[in-house]
């Protein structure tokens, strides 16, 4: 099933959005596989002749407090933030959804049990549970991976639930149990593959938050580790430059921004392919 919705994708004409989110995604992807390709420096290089000059042909984004060129540091860091919408995502995509599978297709004391953990989940921001949680553990990127996703997977358990508790009311399950397929086949061969399509909508966005995140905690000194280059880290940087070196600050801001958007367009685009498929 999941097999003929991809392959008639091909054949429909996708959207603007799918087009432009895919392409920007695809820059990124590059930049962060291969970025010595594209950095004209060393993003860790001193160079304390060249400190804090702005936006030149030698330096287009201008270089910072060290004397290290921005450039070279923005497109570094895309590799670590790229890293971080990855592995901040993996685990609760692939552990949550497996929960909310059981918990939407049983229900009984599992789905007691499961609304008990949601409960204490969403009593507190979630912002606020990932910086207690690193502030314990210490910060650096592995640690954030952990607090993200010790919260971060009930969310996609929530979500695989309800469509697993719609689908598993369907024509089609209902004539796959008289045909006398087991459970695990029902669940994993069928309804899952048919439920699946808002949660990987869903991916494309949490990885841009996850971005964001990622660097609001690098901003704060939780994230990612000075001299690795990563866009908080670098915003945090420039932040008592404001007035005299902007440049420092503001574009890893516009790669944020960029990022984002790429995420945002490209999940946007799939959900409206998706829809038109059904």
């Known amino acids: 099933m999941t097999a003929a919705v991809f392959s008639s ?16 995604m695809a820059l990124l992807i590059v930049m962060a596989c291969v970025p010595w390709v594209f950095a004209p420096y060393d993003p860790i ?30 497109i570094w860091a ?11 995502t993996i685990f609760p995509l692939v552990f949550g959804t ?19 953990l949601v409960d204490v989940a969403i009593t ?7 910086i207690a949680i690193v502030s314990v553990l210490g910060p650096g990127l592995f640690n954030m991976y952990i607090a993200v996703s010790a919260v971060g997977w009930v969310f996609y358990a929530q979500l695989a639930r309800a469509e697993i508790m719609v689908q598993k009311h369907s024509d089609y399950a209902a004539a796959a149990r008289v045909l006398g397929y087991t459970e695990p086949r029902l669940i994993f061969r069928h309804l899952l593959p048919n439920a699946v399509t808002p949660i990987i909508v869903y ?76």
């Open 124 to 130: 507190f921001p979630f912002l606020v549970i990932v």
């Open 45 to 74: 290089a001193f160079d304390y002749g060249a400190i804090m000059q702005p936006p030149s042909a030698a330096h287009p984004f201008g270089t910072d407090n060290f004397g290290r060129d921005v450039l070279s540091r923005v």
């Open 203 to 278: 991916w494309m966005t949490d990885m841009a938050l996850d971005i964001l995140l990622g660097s609001s905690l690098g901003y704060l000194g939780l994230g990612a580790q000075p001299p690795t280059a990563e866009w908080g880290v670098i915003i945090a940087d420039g932040k008592n430059f404001m007035s005299t070196a902007w440049w420092i600050s503001v574009f890893p801001g516009i790669a944020i921004v960029i990022a984002g958007l790429a995420f945002s367009l490209l999940g946007d685009g799939l959900a409206d392919l998706f829809r038109r498929q059904r």
């Open 98 to 116: 497996f929960v909310g599978t059981l918990t939407g297709y049983y229900g009984g004391w599992l789905d007691t049990i499961f609304g008990r």
């Open 9 to 24: 994708v091909l054949l429909v004409r996708p959207r603007w959005t799918l087009v432009a989110g895919a392409t920007l």
């Open 78 to 88: 895309t590799r670590v933030d790229m890293q971080i919408a990855i592995f901040s």
